[in-house]
């Protein structure tokens, strides 16, 4: 099965400025795959070259095994942009058929899946069928479900969300989520850019993290987090530690950072320290552990230590 | 789910459907198009209407004639007057005055006038009888109709004056001078005679101001609906299923087709009107005679619908691109000025060329491209253009076409994804290089 996208070496520059530099990766087909970086890191214009919207500079983009310039195949791609609108004053049921028909599909067939669509998403209930209803009647949130409708209603093989999360009510986050591991389930590829940590470690089989539009790291989420994990330590004391185990902790041979708070702690070893060492040393010191587990790093955690290495401005990561 | 392969045309289709079709079931679009052709005609008619039944009761009657002839010429003019269309019951006033009191005789009926009494008055004194200018004071001095009737009375009571001088009968008199011609003017072209020439200024305004309005009213439709699409972000997801030069064709025609269909539509519903005529004017209780078309070849039609449409394109792609460059409402009026003036400048020089057709400038608007479809068809209305001179004008007009599409096309590849503030010139100047 080919890769559901491939980019080699690609670069986009505006205006003197890099927003893509070199960029490769894989996206394996069936896969829910997170493009993580903070904002201005290039996910957006990383996107709009996928669709064929925007040309890279350099470097060679396939999308569903081929060029994605080729006649037809971002017909098979579906699209959820961050800054979603529909067309205020036309009624649900039109604008969706014109969004399926600028993807090929028959009206009759688009009909049929728009009330599919509509009643699973609730906006068919016994007291009013919305689908009948103009867009600006609808509420803020029914109009997000409409817009996923848009994205999912010709079936495409890969989807694309741009930061799908902004903006959505808690139910419709969790409807969306629910959508997501329904693709997947039925073998199709996900990929959505995000900055919310959170929903690409519960969601994602693999992650791409950018910043300034280079590549950070990507691979598979379990990979990537083993490959960043066992550098932390939480402690937990019995009884308060005494000052020869604060002496322990205070070696920066051993721990690189310490956050002790009365009986418990987080440190975080020094280059070349040993987990094992620092068990040995705490019981020589005369410690009464109750806990010691090395923590697998979040995803937030790798991302802030890996972006934060390469001089992101404090502050934008995480905000809505 | 099947999928039949969707190519540019398909997606062509399904924005110029979605542009037409949303447009023509719009209630403003309806209103118009029937609220129109009865707003127009009643822009034409109502003055028409109002100023027949003003005629025979009122103004130049109801005036006061200072005659200081002696010779009963004051009198005479005043039989002229009375007898309008319908025998007035208001009638001109004769005050004969000596020469000597000529000055507080017209005091005098200055103030009667700005007490209301009366409308205006005129003198006659003998140098009128010589030939000589009458001088005529009144709140109508300005209308050109009444001060042709008031010449026309005063030449007729003066012929009268001296025929009777010369000892013919009165009876006599009267016969003679009861002359009431007007002058139906008609065009010679080289095909013969081409119809009334009034009919063709008529005709020329007609064409010039239905494109005209049809370019700023249709040309800000497109400018608003790109302006939509781009700041409610509906373009975002349509660029990524069709390429935005098949939008921006699309979006063209579909609103272009609106905009012919309400032309096609007046049309018809004026020939409807045309023919059924006779029991309408009969319910308004006018008698106005049969207007005959001006006489136009198919050829010159056809050249006319091609200035028609190619002016229509021409402008309705600038508005699009002039759409695609700013982000809300507020920017995109200021953005179309450029484009609005030159369809202003092309309006203004239709007088210049109604006037005279032939002059330089005339002939140089028709030839540009961006006044020729206003320019060129006024001129063929109203007088002979030579068809090599259509022709070229054509080709100018398509010429410019092409470039404005394609100026247009750029503008729109690389403005629809553009936000935030207006770009310069300059700016403009990058996009349209970069745009591939």
Not at chain 1, 76 to 88: A, C, I, N, Q
Not at chain 2, 72 to 96: C, E, I, M, Q
Not at chain 2, 397 to 407: D, K
Request: hydrophobic letters at 45%; proline letters at 4%.
């Amino acid at each position: 099965m080919p890769a559901a996208l491939e980019l080699t070496h690609v670069t986009k520059r505006f205006d003197g400025h890099v927003a893509v530099r070199d960029l490769s990766l894989t996206v394996p087909a069936g896969a829910v795959y997170g493009l993580l970086g903070p904002n201005g890191a290039g996910k957006t214009t990383t996107i709009r070259m996928l669709l064929n919207v925007i040309e890279p500079d350099e470097g060679e983009i396939r999308v569903l095994g081929t060029s994605n310039s080729t006649p037809g195949v971002i017909d098979r791609v579906g699209y959820l942009p961050e800054e979603r609108g529909l067309y205020k004053k036309m009624q649900v049921r039109r604008v969706l058929r014109f969004l399926a028909e600028l993807k090929g599909v028959p009206g009759k067939q688009a009909d049929k899946r728009i009330d599919e669509w509509l009643d699973r998403f609730g906006l068919i209930t016994p007291e009013r069928d919305w689908g009948d209803a103009k867009v600006d009647e609808l509420s803020r949130g029914m109009q997000q479900k409409v817009q996923f409708i848009g994205t999912l209603l010709h079936d495409p093989e890969l989807v694309l969300l741009d930061e799908p999360f902004s903006g959505l009510d808690p139910i419709n986050a969790q409807a969306l989520k629910d959508t997501v591991l329904d693709l997947r389930a039925r073998g199709r590829t996900v990929i959505f850019s995000t900055h919310l940590m959170d929903n690409a470690e519960r969601l994602c089989d693999s992650v791409c993290i950018i910043a300034k539009g280079q590549k950070v790291l990507d691979g598979e989420v379990t990979a990537v987090r083993d490959a960043h994990s066992g550098r932390s330590v939480a402690l937990g004391f019995l009884v308060h530690p005494p000052q020869a185990v604060v002496e322990v902790l205070r070696d920066r041979a051993l721990v690189l950072r310490s956050d002790d708070s009365n009986r418990s702690a987080e440190v975080e070893l020094a280059p070349g320290a040993d987990a094992q060492e620092l068990l040995r040393r705490l019981i020589e010191a005369g410690a009464k552990l109750e806990r010691f587990e090395l923590i697998r790093s979040s995803l937030h955690q790798i991302f802030l230590e890996t972006v934060g290495a390469n001089g992101v401005e404090p502050g934008v990561i995480g905000d809505e | 789910m099947s999928r039949r392969p969707a190519g540019p045309m398909q997606k062509f289709w399904a924005v110029f459907r979605r542009e037409y079709l949303e447009r023509i079931q719009s209630r403003w679009y309806i209103f118009a198009t029937v609220a129109g052709p009865v707003f127009f005609g009643s822009v034409i008619t109502v003055p028409q209407i109002l100023t027949r039944k003003a005629h025979p009761s009122a103004d130049v009657s109801h005036i006061v004639i200072l005659d200081a002839t002696n010779t009963g010429l004051g009198a005479r003019v005043a039989k002229v007057l009375n007898g309008g269309l319908l025998g007035d019951t208001l009638s001109a006033v004769v005050r004969p005055v000596v020469s000597a009191g000529l000055t507080s005789a017209q005091d005098a009926a200055t103030a009667e006038i700005v007490n209301h009494q009366w409308t205006g008055y005129l003198v006659i004194d003998s140098a009128a009888m010589a030939g000589a200018e009458v001088y005529y004071a009144g709140r109508n001095a300005s209308s050109v109709q009444d001060m042709n009737r008031l010449t026309a009375a005063v030449r007729r009571g003066i012929l009268a004056q001296r025929l009777e001088a010369v000892g013919l009968d009165p009876q006599r008199i009267r016969a003679l001078t009861d002359v009431r011609s007007e002058i139906n003017a008609d065009r010679i072209t080289d095909q013969g005679r081409g119809g009334s020439a009034e009919l063709s200024t008529i005709f020329a305004y007609l064409v010039a101001f239905t494109l005209y309005t049809m370019i700023v009213l249709y040309g800000n439709v497109i400018l608003r609906a790109v302006v939509d699409e781009k700041s409610s972000r509906v373009a975002e997801v349509v660029v990524s299923s069709v390429s935005p030069d098949t939008l921006l064709a699309g979006k063209v025609f579909g609103v272009s087709s609106v905009a012919v269909t309400q032309v096609l539509l007046w049309v018809v519903m004026s020939a409807v009107v045309y023919k059924t005529r006779g029991p309408l004017l009969h319910l308004f209780n006018l008698d106005i005679p049969a207007i005959p078309f001006p006489t136009i070849s198919g050829l010159s039609i056809l050249a006319l619908i091609a200035f028609w449409v190619l002016g229509f394109l021409c402008y309705a792609a600038l508005f699009a691109g002039m759409g695609a460059i700013v982000t809300n409402q507020e920017d995109a009026t200021q953005a179309a000025l450029p484009v609005t003036m030159l369809v202003v400048l092309a309006v203004v020089l239709v007088v210049p060329a109604l006037l005279d057709p032939n002059s330089t400038l005339a002939r140089g608007a028709s030839w540009f491209p961006f006044t020729a479809p206003i320019i060129m068809p006024v001129r063929m209305s109203v007088t002979q253009v030579s068809w090599y001179e259509v022709v070229s004008a054509l080709l100018g007009v398509a010429i410019g076409c092409g470039v404005s599409v394609w100026i247009a096309a750029r503008l729109y590849r690389v403005g629809l994804l553009m936000y935030g503030k207006r770009p310069s010139l300059r700016e403009l100047g990058r996009w349209i290089r970069q745009a591939s």
